[in-house]
């Protein structure tokens, strides 16, 4: 079994496109249907994974969660099954967006209100899963996407259900050997103690914790505990929480104790439920129906504000004050407009940097003068690189001379804003089509 390239045809019916993303044991892939001619994403695995019998059992064992949980705030499946060479894969839908990692990144806090409006749609989602028996148990930033459909409406979407548990289904208790060869099962930063501690009863109340999680980084631009396995491990099972208010002074209350309860240490003093948590979400700020967003399709990120450090004056003794590690990292220049429209494009970018070295991350969003890119290696503002992509719809790789405009540092991640110097007429074209067929929707 060969790796899986642009061009390839799967399982005589999924034609590969373009890549969307890369992980450590997969890439997803745009394809299109031979037949229908729809454009989808399909989800293969890579590199040393390919063959291997327990990635293939994770990803048909998303497929079978993915049909139990069919939701408008969790990406939907299409098909699934396993091409005459042995190839697993999934068909999903083609998301348009952003991914929240970036989002935060961008803009360093999200709003009061996004935060909600975010938060209600994933507890919904979530609602429904527990209710179908199916424990997400990696719920974090990293799987949340925020996507623009046909009318231009935002929608969370929840991703990635490969380590799924299920609960009272004979063929899907929960199997811990649906780990990649040992690893942790989730990413510790977003895991409840329960978790750390490989608890053999873990239950749906370890999504609330990672919503909590979530959300608190939404508001703030840290987690509550970071770090590695042990060191998180360590933190949130024996030391207090640092309290949301300590990184952002202005948030309500209410909204405050919304989240700290859903990440307290003990299971049962955390939301019964994630409908509990969605209601108290919106009572928090005040509101009986979520909030609409426009994190994807307003103006760009505004200029990263300053962060509040908390003094001895403001934490109150013997409680645990933010650290280094907890405060968000700001760098920013001066706000940058796009002089053409933009639109939401993921795609994996390198950028070859004037010291020789390349960086690697991937796009946020697109225009015909520029790019967004996210990126753990920052370049310097004013710098100029050379951005290796995939374009849009023709998944033709182009180069082209960038100079970055404005930098944010960010928690693992930073954000940057590119400007070509020299795209070719072509490939400005193609990239000016992708972008008025988008703003038309």
Known sequence: MREPQVGDTIDRRYCLRRTIAEGGAGTVFEAEHTVTGRSLALKLPRGKWLGNAEISERLLREARALNLVKHKNIVASLDA?????????????????????????????????????LGYQ?????????????????????????????????????????????????????????????????????????????????????????????????????????????????????????PLRYGRPDAPPELARVIETALARGRDDRFAGASEMGRALLAAIGLDTPPPTRLCIGQP?????????????????????????????????????????????????????????????R???????????????????????????????????????AETRWVRAGRGLGVAGFEFVDLAPGPSDTIRHYVAKVDRR
């Open 81 to 117: 099954g396993i091409a005459d060479d042995g190839m697993p894969y999934l068909a999903l839908e083609l998301l348009e967006g952003r991914a929240l990692p970036g989002l935060i990144a961008a803009r360093q806090r999200l709003s009061f209100e996004d935060t909600v409006a």
């Open 301 to 361: 990120p505004a200029a990263a504000t300053a962060v509040v450090r908390p003094t001895s004056a403001t934490v109150p003794s013997g409680e645990r004050r933010l650290t280094p590690s907890h405060e968000p990292a700001v760098r920013s220049a001066p706000e940058q407009r796009r002089r053409q429209p933009r639109a939401p494009y993921v795609t994996p970018v390198s950028l070859r940097r004037q010291n020789g070295s390349t960086a690697f991350g």
């Open 363 to 401: 796009s946020e969003d697109i225009s015909e003068g520029g790019m967004l890119v996210m990126t753990a290696e920052l370049c310097e503002q004013g710098e100029r690189v050379l951005v290796r992509f995939a374009l849009p719809e023709t998944g033709q790789f182009v180069e082209a001379l």
């Open 122 to 242: 994933l507890c919904d989602a979530l609602t429904l899963a527990h209710e179908r028996g199916v424990v997400h148990r990696d719920v974090k930033p990293g799987n949340l996407f925020v996507a623009v459909d046909e009318g231009g409406y935002e929608c969370l979407k929840l991703l990635d259900f490969g380590v799924a548990a299920f609960r009272g289904r004979a063929e899907t208790d929960e199997d811990p050997k649906l780990t990649i060869q040992g690893t942790v099962l989730g990413t510790a930063e977003y895991m409840a103690p329960e978790q750390l501690l490989a608890a053999s009863d873990v239950d749906h109340r370890c999504d609330i914790y990672a919503t909590g999680a979530a959300l608190y980084e939404c508001l703030t631009g840290a987690v509550p505990f970071e770090g590695n396995y042990a060191r998180v491990l360590v933190q949130a099972t024996t030391e207090p929480l640092p």
